[in-house]
């Protein structure tokens, strides 16, 4: 292609500059003239490419790419064979950068490679279920962006297949990610082989180095077929339930391998619960409620709690610091008796003590509107009365307030839609940009929300759970109508 001579591929797409290149494809931006709109053109090329059989099986699988939508999927938007030679496929233009690219040879934080994987596993699941498989995965194919990972080159597969292994025993593509099944006999392709690729990789971002220590590619390869892998090494906040996880998924024969659907389901939970490697901590917002933020390296993510619970939760350990500051206070600190009482042991006086003493402010009539002030000693001095046995005073009993409710139902309209799981439904619609928003929620009963990001954002998602059960369901936007991935 002559350098500064624009080209436009099927009549619509203005090849822009090049964002990569390998040994069988050519990655450009450019602009859809007809949509208005970013979007990758990977230019496919290779000996195998010649002949009409192979074109032909690139088409169909990128036919089947296309039909997949999924929140951790670069979606497929075109096809097309420039010249009859040359096929090309358009693809969504991911920001970010890929996992190679972020990670290098590094080990990563054990919750955000679980996170990561889990993302990965679940965009596989969804494949193997529409029947496609995607060949290639590792971390060169898979973005991280503001929102997670997106697995991309799905509808390209067949091509990796047809040139990973050359005349000359010369390896095409990354073979340290290859199932011992695709380097025998007859190249077997099944989704089993895509579940292997996923454990090399989640051993190497725990790990930061693969499960053989191989010098050569011939060697790598034999590993693949021959040898096993080295257990996953003990790792701060790596449960055993992973390493056996890793070790399953790197088995020799495919049926000894779980299916994605129950490595995503297992990753997810250790995500979860893998607090270590995050940074917690309860926020109270302006409308009452309380967010738990978990900070990982990747970008900062929310977790909503049900905020009575948060709540209750606060109050409970300020009371017993409260009993505790009065309990080792000394009794010579306390008010003899006969005194006369500090202004903050008279009746209907608002209760101020140490160094707030000479600056009293009425106590609010509203507690979520104004700062909560706490002084070295909350319940004031005691005054015991003659004769009598004063009692240790306790504070009011705090009625936890009841969680807010979800946004009131929207009546859907144009480009808004009602999306129905067993965990609840929400009502979405699209914004400008194809952002994702979601308009209202319901929960099922049982059920409560664990997280959400109502947007507007690129895939708008929110989780029910029920016990160990968990509901995802991620709204994504293409041409401004909103569409459901639920898993």
């Given at each position: 292609m002559?350098?500064?001579s624009?080209r436009?591929m099927?009549?619509?797409?203005?090849?822009e500059d090049?964002?990569?290149s390998?040994?069988?494809?050519?990655?450009?931006?450019?602009?859809?003239?007809v949509?208005?709109?970013r979007?990758a053109?990977?230019?496919?090329?290779?000996?195998?490419?010649?002949?009409?059989?192979?074109?032909?099986?690139?088409r169909?699988?990128a036919?089947m790419?296309?039909?997949?939508?999924?929140?951790?999927?670069?979606?497929?938007?075109d096809?097309?064979d420039?010249d009859?030679?040359?096929?090309?496929?358009?693809?969504?233009?991911?920001?970010?950068?890929t996992?190679?690219?972020?990670?290098?040879?590094?080990?990563?934080?054990?919750?955000?490679a679980?996170r990561?994987?889990?993302?990965?596993?679940?965009a596989?699941?969804?494949a193997?279920?529409?029947g496609?498989?995607?060949r290639d995965?590792?971390?060169?194919?898979?973005?991280?962006t503001?929102?997670?990972v997106?697995?991309?080159?799905?509808?390209?597969?067949?091509?990796?297949?047809?040139a990973?292994?050359?005349?000359?025993?010369?390896?095409?593509?990354?073979?340290a990610?290859l199932?011992?099944?695709?380097?025998?006999?007859?190249?077997?392709?099944?989704?089993?082989s895509?579940?292997?690729?996923?454990?090399?990789?989640?051993y190497?971002?725990?790990?930061?180095?693969?499960?053989?220590?191989a010098?050569?590619?011939?060697?790598?390869?034999t590993d693949h077929?021959?040898?096993?892998?080295e257990?996953?090494?003990?790792?701060?906040?790596?449960p055993?339930?992973i390493?056996?996880l890793?070790?399953?998924?790197?088995?020799?024969d495919p049926?000894?391998?779980?299916?994605?659907s129950?490595?995503?389901?297992?990753l997810a939970?250790?995500?979860?619960?893998?607090?270590p490697?995050?940074s917690?901590?309860?926020?109270?917002?302006?409308?009452?409620?309380?967010k738990?933020?978990?900070?990982?390296?990747?970008a900062?993510?929310?977790?909503?709690g049900q905020?009575?619970r948060?709540?209750?939760?606060?109050?409970?350990l300020?009371?017993?610091?409260?009993?505790?500051v009065?309990?080792l206070?000394?009794?010579?600190?306390?008010?003899p008796?006969?005194?006369?009482?500090?202004?903050s042991?008279?009746?209907?006086?608002?209760?101020v003590?140490?160094?707030?003493?000479g600056?009293a402010?009425p106590?609010?009539?509203?507690p979520?509107?104004a700062?909560?002030?706490?002084s070295?000693?909350?319940?004031g001095?005691v005054v015991?009365?003659?004769?009598?046995?004063t009692?240790?005073?306790?504070?009011p009993?705090?009625?936890?307030?009841?969680?807010?409710?979800p946004?009131?139902?929207?009546t859907?309209?144009?480009?808004?839609?009602t999306?129905?799981?067993?965990?609840?439904?929400?009502?979405?619609t699209?914004?400008?940009?194809?952002?994702a928003?979601l308009?209202?929620?319901?929960?099922?009963?049982?059920?409560?929300?664990?997280?959400?990001d109502?947007g507007?954002?690129?895939?708008?998602?929110i989780v029910?759970?029920h016990?160990?059960?968990y509901?995802?369901?991620a709204?994504?936007?293409?041409?401004g109508?909103p569409?459901?991935?639920?898993?």
């Amino acid at each position: 292609m002559p350098m500064g001579s624009p080209r436009i591929m099927g009549g619509r797409y203005r090849l822009e500059d090049v964002l990569g290149s390998g040994g069988m494809s050519v990655v450009w931006r450019a602009r859809d003239e007809v949509l208005g709109r970013r979007v990758a053109v990977k230019l496919l090329s290779g000996k195998h490419l010649r002949d009409r059989t192979s074109r032909r099986r690139i088409r169909d699988e990128a036919r089947m790419a296309a039909a997949l939508s999924h929140p951790h999927v670069a979606q497929i938007y075109d096809y097309g064979d420039m010249d009859g030679a040359s096929p090309y496929v358009v693809m969504e233009l991911v920001p970010g950068e890929t996992l190679e690219q972020r990670t290098g040879d590094e080990p990563v934080p054990p919750a955000l490679a679980f996170r990561w994987c889990s993302q990965v596993a679940a965009a596989l699941s969804a494949a193997h279920a529409s029947g496609l498989v995607h060949r290639d995965i590792k971390p060169a194919n898979i973005m991280v962006t503001p929102t997670g990972v997106k697995v991309v080159d799905f509808g390209i597969a067949a091509l990796a297949s047809l040139a990973e292994i050359d005349e000359g025993d010369v390896i095409l593509g990354t073979p340290a990610y290859l199932a011992p099944e695709r380097l025998g006999e007859g190249n077997q392709v099944v989704p089993a082989s895509d579940v292997y690729s996923l454990g090399v990789l989640l051993y190497k971002l725990l790990a930061g180095r693969l499960p053989w220590s191989a010098a050569t590619t011939t060697q790598l390869l034999t590993d693949h077929v021959f040898t096993e892998p080295e257990p996953l090494p003990a790792i701060e906040g790596v449960p055993d339930e992973i390493a056996d996880l890793c070790r399953a998924c790197l088995q020799k024969d495919p049926a000894d391998r779980p299916p994605a659907s129950e490595v995503a389901r297992i990753l997810a939970d250790a995500a979860s619960i893998s607090l270590p490697d995050m940074s917690i901590s309860p926020v109270l917002v302006a409308d009452g409620s309380i967010k738990v933020v978990e900070v990982g390296d990747d970008a900062t993510t929310q977790r909503i709690g049900q905020p009575w619970r948060a709540m209750a939760a606060l109050l409970a350990l300020a009371v017993i610091g409260v009993l505790a500051v009065f309990a080792l206070r000394p009794a010579s600190q306390r008010t003899p008796a006969g005194a006369a009482p500090p202004p903050s042991a008279v009746p209907g006086s608002p209760v101020v003590s140490g160094s707030l003493a000479g600056s009293a402010q009425p106590t609010p009539s509203n507690p979520r509107s104004a700062p909560h002030l706490v002084s070295p000693d909350p319940l004031g001095p005691v005054v015991p009365v003659p004769g009598e046995v004063t009692p240790t005073p306790l504070p009011p009993a705090v009625t936890p307030p009841p969680p807010p409710p979800p946004p009131p139902p929207t009546t859907a309209g144009p480009g808004t839609e009602t999306f129905t799981s067993v965990g609840g439904s929400v009502t979405a619609t699209c914004t400008g940009a194809d952002l994702a928003k979601l308009l209202s929620w319901t929960v099922a009963r049982t059920y409560r929300v664990d997280a959400l990001d109502a947007g507007p954002a690129p895939t708008a998602t929110i989780v029910f759970r029920h016990g160990d059960e968990y509901v995802h369901m991620a709204v994504t936007c293409r041409d401004g109508q909103p569409s459901a991935s639920i898993w």
